[in-house]
């Protein structure tokens, strides 16, 4: 009953059936999250990046595919695995690169590091290190649109881990019941730390939890970012009728260990390389290529264009200042980088 799914290399959605420029930033967002992870692992191990880095290398595809079926105005709560929910939110790689590096141009005034990063302005409502945090946030700001009748939904990430807390339970039978416009995104990643989904919970499938709250519960390919932009996209358009929330349940895998320096003894080299082949981003690659909806030379550009963005975002963040001490209690209540409360 709870034995992970398999991996499969084969993308079953169809990019024809997708606008160009709608595929090559989806393309283009998922590099430059991947990127961004790489060079700041680097960064890290250089000694530009203090603190612990949660990296979310492989699971592209969910942040992508679910933002890009949201409007600017509409609201995401991240986790402790946020990156590429904020780059895929709109976020701005400077700015994230200087919050990882402590600097005063970083989101948070470089106080917050990694799990406090957010811009109000993109709707970013914020990343999290307490598992499961982000949704009583999500479905409260849900619940503010529904009062003050804004056509706005939110959407909450987290992972397979955080579907056990109280805080999803308590969060999920309150929008059920009120059917708010809210969005519960799981990315099944298959672990909590170092403990397999099949010892953590009793059922393989955690889209299931919906049915005890009365609405829709959706399986998607994690690793599939169309597949995931539709599914997010369906949960979207019942969110803004007033039909309530939808829970996703994304399936997914991360490559790299549950922080950098993990030593990862809790998984196989066999499971490992099994995913990799599905790695999401080659895949689309090809699927672009074999379906003609872009060119070799297109993606190349855009590759490159990813990196010269991300030299920009080091040198930023390696030449700015550290917060002068006498900031220190500036910003800890309700402020973001852009000033403005949600
Ligand atoms: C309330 C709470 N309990 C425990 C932790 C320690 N912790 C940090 S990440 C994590 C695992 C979360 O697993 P999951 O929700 O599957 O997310 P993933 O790391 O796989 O992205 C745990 C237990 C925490 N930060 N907050
Ligand atoms: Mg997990």
Redesign the pocket.
């Known amino acids: 009953m709870n034995t992970p799914s398999q991996p499969t290399n084969q993308l079953t959605t169809q990019p024809t059936n997708h606008p160009k420029d709608h595929l090559l930033t989806l393309y283009c967002r998922m590099v430059l999250i991947r990127e961004f992870e790489l060079r700041a692992i680097n960064e890290r191990r250089a000694g530009l990046i203090p603190g612990f880095i ?1 990296s979310c290398v492989g699971q592209e595809a969910t942040a992508v595919g679910a933002c890009a079926a949201l409007n600017a105005d509409d609201a995401i709560t991240s ?3 946020g990156h590429g929910h904020l780059i895929a939110k709109g976020g701005d790689p400077k700015y994230m690169m200087a919050e990882l590096a402590a600097r005063s141009t970083g989101y948070c005034g470089g106080k917050g590091g990694s799990l406090h990063m957010a811009d109000f302005d993109l709707g970013i409502l914020g990343a999290n ?4 945090g982000g949704i009583p946030m999500a479905t409260g700001a849900a619940l503010a649109f529904q009062m003050r009748g804004e056509d706005r939904v939110a959407l909450a990430f ?5 579907v056990n ?1 109280g805080a999803f339970h308590e969060a999920a039978n309150l929008a059920g019941l009120w059917k708010l416009p809210v969005i519960f995104f799981c ?1 099944n ?1 298959l ?3 170092g403990t397999p989904q099949s010892k953590q919970s009793p059922v393989a499938d955690l889209a299931m939890r919906a049915e005890g709250y009365a609405f829709p519960g959706v399986i998607a390919d994690g690793n599939d970012v169309l597949a995931v932009y539709e599914a997010t996209q369906a949960a979207v358009n019942r969110a803004r009728a007033g039909n309530g929330p939808t829970f996703i349940e994304g399936k997914t895998y ?1 490559f790299r260990g ?1 922080y950098e320096g993990d030593p990862m003894a809790y998984r196989s080299k066999e499971e490992m390389e099994a995913w990799r082949q599905r790695d999401p981003i080659p895949a689309f690659r090809r699927r672009l290529i074999a379906d003609a909806a872009a060119s070799e030379g297109e993606l190349r550009a855009i590759e490159d264009e990813v990196q010269a963005a991300l030299d920009e975002a080091v040198q930023f963040a390696a030449g700015s200042p550290a917060p002068d001490p006498e900031s220190a209690l500036e910003g800890v209540y309700g402020e973001t980088h852009g000033g403005s409360v949600f």
Not at 129 to 132: D, F, L
Not at 158 to 162: E, I, L, T, V, Y
Request: hydrophobic share 25%; net charge negative.
């Open positions: 949660h986790t402790h695995r290190g307490i598992v499961a987290f992972g397979d881990g955080a807390e990315e990643n672990y909590g730390e991360r549950h």
